[in-house]
């Protein structure tokens, strides 16, 4: 009979070490589910399990104890198994009722790391010093994160004392406090060695320092937010508005970008609804303990909501996510995308068909939800077709004004409740498409067509893919079919691996999306028949730049923080002698005196805006620019004295400018206005700069009404019929 009151503590720490993976295995299951089903509330029986498993467990522990009210006397490595079995209940319990909003990447491998410490007290009277070292010093990162939780939860105690009355399941809120004493219970009554203390002490410090480097960043961005209001206000001339002005000043790092979305995008101690709470953008918030502390100890910046969502679309690509949208998209996946690619190498054309699947997981047959999906395309892309299928067929969409389609829109998914898709050109080679309803009775389906150029360089020709945002796009099933048609042998193909040869000229892909991959091949002649277009007929020929006589009196340098000092100076070599300028409030000229003041104020801005309209003599100068890749669009701009000015300036100037731009990226500004066509535009080197100068010359491209340039294409297209309007109406489109 003793001998089994000793085995009993042994059978049950070994069914306590094995019931670890069960949970585990639970915790999968259920997460699994609510992946790809958030409202199946058939799956909250899987945490219920959870639960009565540590519990039985955790009653079993307490009745091993003799007598068992003596809750000091429990076998601490009972105790300790426990406590990881009803912290695993927690975090699947949260999946289904979400205490906490969906955390951020770090803080699961944090809470890993929490349960290895736990686990390792079970063993750490026979680990070596090496690995005692290791143990303790996780142990104390894991306190940091267990009193976190603990005083996050602590508004929710009084509520959770009536729980355990009613549900028991209250219980379950005060496991990180318990987690937390215990601890430090085990930690103090522990024989410790000098090297145990400073591993656990460092343990605690190491996420402290984090915390604290942290809040010296947060507060560092509300200085720059406070310093760059300031310099606006003694700013001579205020033509942009304030968010841009933050925008160009603001460090664009991660972290910064953190900051900025604040309780916008993450939540916190003061906005908790329990996981339920939603962004402006009808997404679920994150849990971010770094915000949370942020926000607790700094408090929030000086910018409203409004402002910040513009510094985010703009600083921080987030368009995609401020995309209008009348209704919930929470439920809706991307469960297949089929791409027909037909690639013209002899017109340097390729015409891709992407035709998208999306599922709504709703519980609920009434849900009817919107998706939303933006595509980015190659530049010089045209939308040419939309189609939506509609109990079970293909209707094909018309085109229209954005105005008509926009009220349209709005008047059918807010109003008449039917099934209209839009689709609508964005600046920056963004095309973005909205389709309602999306019902859990059946899988919606829509197809988009899209003509795009050929880049042409070095010899070949390269095709980047048509990748998209919109609801998750994880763990999609993919295949796209790519056709080679020409009247020439077709060189040099280069497909990513996963393409299989089907044909002569034909590939096939099928598997998980990849959303970032690129054709290449060598080019072909061009071809002298004409294509058609919409019933009328194009030719294309080679790109061939006329010249212009430029001796330029004035030079103005765009400088940004993609300038390098080796570059600026090498520039002003270039162009001694002649009178050169920087531009933003006003005109300053640039000196061998001033030269390393300027570049040192002007390099630090993240973007550049160049106000072309405070240009003096179109004619006789010339723009140096180069860019960084975001910034914001003209249509960010609506409204401003900068667009406004700069709209006046254009309708009443015909003559171009003369832009040379370092290197091929392009802000999102110089596209769009590039797109208007105001610029005679040249991309190149330094190098090549020198000889145009030395020349006197600079490229201008041939422009009359039945000709459009496609420069990175290295083409134009000839109308054969003077009706090149119909195509150029469509590359707005």
């Known amino acids: 009979m003793e001998n089994q009151k000793h ?53 079993n522990v307490v009745f091993s104890n003799k007598p068992f009210y003596k809750f000091l006397k429990i076998d601490k490595k009972l105790l300790i198994l426990s406590l990881v079995h009803f912290a695993i209940c927690c975090f699947t319990l949260n999946l289904s009722i979400p205490i906490f909003a969906t955390f951020v990447w770090w803080t699961y491998l944090y809470i890993g790391i929490m349960f290895i410490a736990l686990l390792g007290l079970l063993f750490i009277e026979k680990m070596n010093k090496l690995l005692r070292f290791v143990a303790f010093f996780i142990l104390g990162l894991s306190l940091v994160l267990t009193l976190y939780f603990a005083i996050y939860l602590a508004p929710w105690y009084l509520v959770a004392i009536f729980a355990i009355f009613l549900l028991g399941l209250g219980m379950l809120f005060f496991v990180p406090l318990i987690i937390s004493g215990h601890i430090i219970y085990y930690f103090v009554r522990i024989k410790k060695s000098l090297a145990d203390h400073l591993a656990f002490y460092t343990g605690i410090g190491v996420p402290l320092i984090v915390i604290t480097v942290f809040l010296f960043q947060w507060n560092d961005v509300q200085k720059e937010i406070t310093k760059s209001s300031a310099a606006i206000v003694t700013r001579p001339d205020n033509s942009l508005p304030e968010w841009v002005l933050f925008c160009q000043e603001i460090s664009d790092d991660p972290f910064t970008q953190t900051i900025i979305k604040g309780d916008l995008f993450y939540e916190t101690f003061f906005n908790s609804f329990w996981g339920f709470d939603r962004t402006l953008f009808g997404e679920s918030k994150l849990h971010n303990p770094l915000v949370n502390i942020g926000l607790a100890l700094s408090g929030d910046l000086n910018l409203d909501d409004n402002t910040r969502i513009k510094i985010l679309k703009s600083q921080f690509d987030a368009r995609h996510l401020a995309q209008r949208k009348l209704w919930s998209s929470e439920d809706l996946r991307t469960i297949e995308v089929l791409n027909q690619i037909k690639v013209f190498p002899d017109y340097r054309i390729a015409y891709t068909e992407k035709m998208i699947t999306v599922k709504n997981y709703s519980s609920y047959d009434s849900d009817n939800q919107e998706a939303a999906y933006t595509f980015y395309l190659p530049e010089g892309s045209v939308a040419t077709s939309l189609s939506l299928w509609i109990n079970g067929k293909e209707e094909k969409s018309r085109l229209s004004s954005k105005e008509k389609a926009d009220s349209a829109y709005v008047q059918i998914v807010g109003v008449e409740n039917r099934d209209p898709s839009i689709m609508h050109w964005q600046e920056g080679n963004r095309l973005t498409v909205t389709v309602f309803p999306c019902t859990p009775k059946e899988n919606r389906r829509f197809k988009i067509g899209i003509t795009s150029p050929l880049s042409y360089e070095n010899g070949y020709l390269i095709l980047p893919n048509i990748y998209f945002e919109g609801p998750t796009i994880k763990k999609i099933d993919e295949t796209t079919k790519i056709i080679f048609d020409s009247k020439h042998e077709v060189k040099e193909i280069q497909l990513p691996k996963s393409f299989e040869k089907e044909g002569k000229n034909q590939f096939l892909y099928s598997g998980s999306y990849i959303p970032y991959w690129e054709m290449k091949c060598k080019a072909t002649p061009l071809s002298s028949f004409p294509f058609s277009f919409q019933d009328h007929s194009y030719t294309v020929a080679p790109l061939h730049k006329g010249t212009i006589n430029l001796n330029p009196d004035t030079l103005f340098i765009d400088l940004n923080s993609s300038w390098t000092a080796d570059e600026f ?22 000196t061998p005196e001033n030269e390393n003041t300027i570049f040192d104020q002007y ?25 960084t890749l975001n910034s914001p669009n003209l249509s960010d701009l ?20 003369n832009l040379y731009q370092i290197g091929n990226t392009s802000s999102n500004y110089i596209k769009s206005l590039k797109e208007l066509q105001v610029f005679n535009f040249y991309a190149g080197d330094i190098v090549r700069l020198a000889q145009l100068i030395k020349d006197h010359q600079f490229f201008v491209n041939p422009c009359d009404s039945n000709t459009v340039v496609l420069e990175n294409a290295q083409i134009v297209i000839q109308s054969k019929d003077e009706q090149i309007e119909i195509l150029k109406k469509s590359i707005k489109w």
């Open 569 to 590: 100076h090498q520039v002003l070599a270039v162009l001694k002698g002649k009178k050169v300028f920087v531009v933003q409030d006003q005109m300053v000229e640039i």
């Open 603 to 627: 390099s630090k801005k993240n973007f550049s805006l160049f106000p072309f309209y405070k240009i003096p003599n179109i004619q006789n100068s010339l723009v140096i620019s180069k860019s």
């Open 7 to 59: 085995q009993w503590p042994q059978k049950l720490f070994m069914f306590g070490l094995i019931l670890i993976p069960v949970l585990i295995v639970l915790f999968v299951i259920h997460f699994l589910i609510k992946a790809n089903r958030p409202n199946f509330e058939e799956a909250l029986v899987i945490p219920i399990f959870s639960f009565i498993f540590s519990l039985t467990f955790f009653i």
């Open 638 to 657: 609506e409204d401003s004295d900068f667009l406004n000015h700069l709209a006046t300036f254009f309708k009443n100037h015909n003559a171009k400018i």
